[in-house]
Structure formats: structure tokens, C-alpha cells
């Protein structure tokens, strides 16, 4: 089920059962979104990480356990921003250790005019917010593809962080994964350091190129925005030996997803047409958006 079904099928009469599990027992003797279900969490900590990300850290019921998320599950926030009758139902994937007993963490890009992420900064600690989920997103299987390539913009990079993390600190995994991040400044680039720390533990492994449209002088980046020519430049054609059976992921704004897949065709069954994919000879079943 593609995010958006997921966000649409869950307006549906959220609010109202919302409200009433903020008022019920909560089971704390088994992980919190091990299944599908409603939470209201309190904020402990919220922090500015950059000039318009903040990192808010909300509490489990049990400190005892972690969420239960699966790779890379996403998490429906509800919220009725400034006391408005109509909900705000947005997704977001949390970035820290699946592992990690007791805390679920986001990290949110407030832009200007959003609805959530406006009302998640104003959030102070000791603030309830509602999250349902998760969302059923395909489970990453290790081993699957030899190779996986994820292109995220601006804030989609929050799906791509789990999975980066998940497929390398995996025993098990041999994956090979590429990040292409396009972001407005050099400033965006928030996961940098951890990205860098994960490529020297993992070379040949994991290489992460950021795309900057509006580069700082001197900066180390390739400018401009995720084009044909980019991902041709970084190797990242289907033709290629090296990409055979590579797997292509996308969560980023929805013009960046559009020229990367194609338009819609007409209708809700219509297939895609044309995008910088297409072009590069990836098939539909290769590309996965969130
Ligand atoms: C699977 C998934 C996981 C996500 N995880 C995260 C996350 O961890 N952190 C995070 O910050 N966001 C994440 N997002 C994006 C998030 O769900 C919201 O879309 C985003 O926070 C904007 O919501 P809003 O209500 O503030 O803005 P809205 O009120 O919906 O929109 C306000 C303005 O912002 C523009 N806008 C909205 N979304 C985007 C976008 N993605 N890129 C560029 N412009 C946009 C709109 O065009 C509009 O002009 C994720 C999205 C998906 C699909």
C-alpha cells in the first residue's frame, strides 16, 4: 500500500478513535507499534538542528521496549493545528535505532504554511502528540537486490536514514547502497556527519552524494537538482553491469517524484509515463516511492 492510500484510508473516522484510545489503556507489555494501532506520546525533548529541522523525541509507555517498527516503517501523526475542526494527518519515519528501548525520535523540516510540521515545532516537552501506525510499507528484505539506490529530497531523507542504517549494521545484509540526497543548501544537509561516518566504515558498501541547488561558494556538492544527467554522472544507469536487478527508491517532494517516474496516466490505474527512470532503463517493479 503506497503512503498516500495509507494517509487517505486512515482520515476515515481517525479523529474520533483518536480520542478515545487518548482516554483508554494502553497494553505497555508489548511493543508499542508492533501492531496496528493509536498512540498519544508525550514530547521529551524537541531541538533545533539545523536552521529549520528540529528533533523531537517522544516517549514509549514502556521504557523497557523498543516501538516495534519494522524497516522502514513510517508513523501517521494527528494533530488539529491551532484548534482547527479539520485534521492534519502526515507521515513520518522515525530516525532512530529501531533497537532503541523507550523513544521514538523524528526529525522534521518545518516549511513555510505546513499545517504539521508548524504544529510539531511548536511542540514544548511534556506535549501529547497522536501517531498511528505503522504504516504497512514493503519490510525490507536483505539479500533481495544486489544493489539499492535511494534518491531522497529535502526531508524524504528520513526513510532513506533508516534503511541506510538497517541494510549496513546488518550482519547479515551485503546490499550495496547508494544515497542521493537533493536539498536546497548546504546547510540541509543535517545527516551529513553520520553519513560520512557510515561510508568510511562501509567503503565499497555505501557511497552518499548530495545535489545542491544552491550551493555555498566553495562547496564540496554537485549543484543543480536529481536530473538524467546527475544520476548518469554517478553511474546510476539500469544499463550498466553493475546495476543489474537495482532496486530504486524515492521519497522527496512531489515534483522531484514526478520527473523522476513520469506522469500518472489517466485514471486511478493508469501507469507511468516517461521520468528520468524510464529513461535510464529502470522498469516500474524496480522503483518503490514512499
Ligand atoms: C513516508 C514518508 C515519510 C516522511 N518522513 C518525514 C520526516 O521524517 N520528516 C519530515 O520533515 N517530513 C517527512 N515527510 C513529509 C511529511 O509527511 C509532510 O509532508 C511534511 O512535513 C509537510 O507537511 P505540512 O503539513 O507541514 O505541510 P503542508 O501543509 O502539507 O504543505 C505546506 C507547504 O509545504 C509544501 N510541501 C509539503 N510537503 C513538502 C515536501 N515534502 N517537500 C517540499 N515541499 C513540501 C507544500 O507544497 C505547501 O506549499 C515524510 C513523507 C513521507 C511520504
Known sequence: MSTQVAVAAAVAGIGAYAFYLRNS?????????????????????????????????????????PAGLKLSSALLTLSFPNGEWRPCIRPYTPT???????????????????????HLHNLKPGDLMTFAGPIPEPVWTPNKHPHVALIAGGAGISPMYQLVRGILTNPQDQTRVTLVWGVNTDEDIFLGKEFGDLEKKYPGRFKAVYVVATPDAGSPHQKGFVTKQILEGLGLSATKEKNKGTKVMI????????????????????????????????????????
Open 25 to 65: 489503556q494502553v497494553d505497555t507489555t508489548k511493543p508499542t507499534f508492533g501492531k496496528f494501532g493509536f498512540h498519544s506520546l508525550r514530547l521529551e525533548s524537541s531541538e533545533l538542528i539545523n536552521h529549520n529541522t528540529k528533533k523531537l523525541r517522544f516517549e514509549l509507555p514502556n521504557k523497557e521496549l
Open 96 to 118: 532512530n535505532s529501531l533497537d532503541e528501548p523507550g523513544y521514538i525520535e523524528l526529525m522534521v523540516k518545518k516549511y513555510p504554511g505546513g499545517r504539521q510540521s508548524t
Open 251 to 290: 521519497c522527496g517532494p512531489p515534483p522531484m517524484e514526478k520527473a523522476l517516474k513520469g506522469s500518472k496516466g489517466f485514471g486511478p490505474f493508469g501507469s507511468a509515463k516517461g521520468g528520468v527512470l524510464a529513461e535510464l532503463g529502470y522498469t516500474p517493479d524496480q522503483i518503490h516511492s514512499f
